[in-house]
C-alpha cells in the first residue's frame, strides 16, 4: 500500500509518497502537482515527519533528511543516488565528477540519466548537479526551481571557520 500527501513549498507543491515503511518518491511541480499514484491513500499523518522536515528545510533550518528512503531503480541508479547523497548542502558538482565518483568516468551520459530518473528529488540533491561548464541542466521541477534551490542552499550553507596562524 502506498500513502501521499501533497505539500506546500516555495517551488510550488510536492508530492510525498510512502510505501509505509520509507519514502518511495518526492514529486516535482512542473506546473500543476505531481499526480497521486493511482492506488494510494491520501495521508498526512503517515508522512507527517517528512513534511515537517521539508518544512525545516525550506525554512532554512534543515541540510540534510534524516528519514528511511525505499527508491526503485536499477543498481547503476542506486550507485549514483548513493553519490549524489554524498554531494555537501550548498555545493554543486559536474556529470563528470560523478561518473569518476562512481568510478566510470566514461559513463557521463548514464549519469545523467540516473540523474533524472531520481525520484527522491531534493533529498536525493540531483538538484546539486550541473553541467561540466557551470551551466545549469535541466531538472524536473524546471530549472527555476533548481535556481531557486541552489540559492537558497548557497544562502544558508554553513561558513568555514578560517584559521590563522601566526
Not at 506546473?31 to 518544512?55: C, M, V
Not at 528511511?68 to 542506486?78: E, N, R
Not at 549514483?80 to 568510478?103: H, K, N
Not at 557551470?134 to 571557520?161: D, F, I, S
Request: charge should be neutral; proline fraction near 11%; glycine fraction near 10%.
Amino acid at each position: 500500500m502506498l500513502y501521499y500527501d501533497h505539500i506546500d513549498s516555495p517551488i510550488g507543491p510536492l508530492l510525498l509518497v510512502s510505501d509505509g515503511a520509507g519514502l518511495v518518491e518526492v514529486g516535482l511541480p512542473h506546473g500543476n502537482a505531481a499526480p497521486p499514484p493511482p492506488d494510494g491513500e491520501h495521508s498526512k499523518p503517515k508522512l507527517h515527519t517528512a513534511a515537517r522536515q521539508f518544512d525545516e528545510y525550506f525554512s532554512g533550518n534543515r541540510q540534510s533528511f534524516e528519514l528511511p528512503l525505499h527508491p526503485s531503480g536499477t543498481p547503476f541508479q542506486l550507485e549514483v543516488w548513493g553519490a549524489l547523497l554524498a554531494i555537501p548542502y550548498g555545493e554543486t558538482v559536474s556529470y563528470a565528477d560523478i561518473a569518476r565518483r562512481i568510478r566510470r568516468p566514461r559513463a557521463v551520459r548514464a549519469v545523467g540519466a540516473a540523474n533524472g530518473a531520481n525520484p527522491l528529488a531534493i533529498i536525493v540533491p540531483c538538484h546539486r548537479v550541473i553541467g561540466s561548464h557551470g551551466h545549469l541542466t535541466g531538472y524536473g521541477g524546471g530549472l527555476p526551481a533548481k535556481r531557486w534551490l541552489l540559492a537558497h542552499e548557497r544562502k544558508h550553507a554553513p561558513v568555514p571557520e578560517l584559521t590563522l596562524t601566526a
